[in-house]
T-cell receptor, first 114, second 111 residues
């Protein structure tokens, strides 16, 4: 069984551009959650997908969007990048969407917006 | 508004001694609490959790204590080992709400 993987590891973009980050969940995990971790902060919940449908969203604007695919992969898309979007983006997969379902995190994608 | 607070950014402990990491929360609706450990260049790893119906949960060297009246939880690691050196995040959730993380405490265990 493979763990959660994310690509790319690092990414540099300029303000106004669009970015797509990718995550591959553990096989059998129907839920994927995305988090933003700014420097010196804890992970902040962006949104969650359960069986390809959005299942909860944190306090992030609509320019943050996502997709989940049947093959346990998912994407986080950010449009119109702003400097404050610079952060580590983490995805986490779990069997189901309840808070007691252990989330398994990937290593993250470090996004720098210039 | 920081609903989950870890007021100590760092902690240094000698190997073999006890490490105590603290976490405070403000939302009385939180009913499930977790601790995650994070090494550099890796994602957070689940460590231990506790439901609000309990006040203590133990797993090997790790024990989490919950004081609901004080809205406070702590993670005890005993004995501390150099491999425990990492950033520790506490997290909380309530009902169907998603996880809210604290800002983390960097633990360093020295020989």
């Amino acid at each position: 069984e493979t763990g959660v993987t994310q690509s790319p590891t690092h990414l540099i973009k300029t303000r106004g551009q669009q970015v797509t980050l990718r995550c591959s969940s553990q096989s059998g995990h129907n839920t994927v959650s995305w988090y933003q971790q700014a420097l010196g902060q804890g992970p902040q919940f962006i949104f969650q997908y359960y069986r390809e449908e959005e299942n909860g969203r944190g306090n992030f604007p609509p320019r943050f969007s996502g997709l989940q695919f049947p093959n346990y992969s998912s994407e986080l898309n950010v449009n119109a990048l702003e400097l404050d979007d610079s952060a580590l983006y983490l995805c986490a997969s779990s069997l189901a969407w309840g808070p007691t379902d252990t989330q398994y995190f990937g290593p993250g994608t470090r996004l720098t917006v210039l | 508004d920081q609903q989950v607070k870890q007021n100590s950014p760092s902690l240094s402990v000698q190997e073999g001694r006890i490490s105590i990491l603290n976490c405070d929360y403000t939302n009385s609706m939180f009913d499930y609490f977790l601790w995650y450990k994070k090494y550099p260049a890796e994602g957070p790893t689940f460590l231990i959790s506790i439901s609000s119906i309990k006040d203590k949960n133990e797993d090997g060297r790790f024990t989490v204590f919950l004081n609901k009246s004080a809205k406070h939880l702590s993670l005890h690691i005993v004995p501390s080992q150099p491999g425990d050196s990492a950033v520790y995040f506490c997290a909380a959730s309530g009902g169907t709400d998603k996880l809210i993380f604290g800002t983390g405490t960097r633990l360093q265990v020295f020989p």
